[in-house]
């Protein structure tokens, strides 16, 4: 059974730095591309970081570009998500979500519970 | 980029009822690379198609996709009362961009 666990996350203010963890098991990591979906509350889904299989890649979009940076732990089948400067719009349920295969072009087919981030001062 | 636009924003229909919800793109999604996915409140999403026609492990047959290019639909036959939830397409032909949603509320 495929399961993905989100921790780390937390209220923090603006400008600072957060680390996201999601624990896989159920699945060989290495062989498939994971992603980080956030939503916003009382909003709607956005992509916004991936990494293939292997850890190539990785992606992200365009608002997220410069501060957040994805990575994959193959030995502890962890995926990671180092944010910093944060900002009060990176204020997000943080949902990691598992590729339905190690390459592009992939879907979502598995997705965790989620983990909460609020930034505030 | 492509922009995936969602209608109708809302949907009111009464349990047994058919739901047709639509998902266009602005530029087309090749080899149908279009998932959609079910969120009830408080949870996670839930895939239900991929490949813009093909259903999800364990996902009923009244749910089913059809559609290319730039147009798809999910189509939901008759309405249970768990069915009530928001409902989101997806694309993954060009990185991955997410529709607005569309709410079928309890009419």
């Known amino acids: 059974e495929v399961q993905l666990l989100e921790s780390g996350g937390g209220l923090v203010q603006p400008g600072g730095s957060l680390r996201l963890s999601c624990a896989a098991s159920g699945f060989t990591f290495t062989n498939y591309a994971m992603s980080w979906v956030r939503q916003a509350p009382g909003k709607g889904l956005e992509w916004i970081s991936g990494?293939?299989?292997?850890?190539?890649?990785?992606y992200y979009t365009d608002s997220v570009k410069g501060r957040f940076t994805i990575s994959k732990d193959r030995s502890e089948s962890t995926l990671y998500l180092q944010m910093n400067s944060l900002r009060v719009e990176d204020t997000a349920v943080y949902y990691c979500a598992k590729g339905s295969t190690g390459y592009y072009p992939y879907y979502l087919d598995y997705w965790g519970q989620g983990t909460l981030v609020t930034v505030s001062s | 980029e492509i922009v995936l636009t969602q209608s109708p924003g809302t949907l009111s229909l009464s349990p047994g009822e058919r739901a047709t919800l639509s998902c266009r793109a602005s530029?087309?999604?090749?080899?149908?690379?279009l998932a959609w996915y079910q969120q009830k409140p408080g949870q996670a999403p839930r895939l239900l198609i991929y490949?813009?026609?093909s259903r999800a492990t364990d996902i009923p047959d009244r749910f089913s996709g059809s559609g290319s290019g730039t147009d798809f639909t999910l189509t939901i036959s008759r309405l249970e009362p768990e069915d009530f939830a928001v409902y989101y397409c997806?694309?993954?032909?060009?990185?991955?961009?997410f529709g607005p949603g569309t709410k079928v509320e309890i009419k």
């Open positions: 990494i293939g299989g292997r850890g190539d890649g990785p």
């Open positions: 490949g813009a026609s």
């Open positions: 997806l694309q993954y032909v060009n990185s991955r961009t």
């Open positions: 530029q087309s999604v090749s080899s149908s690379n």
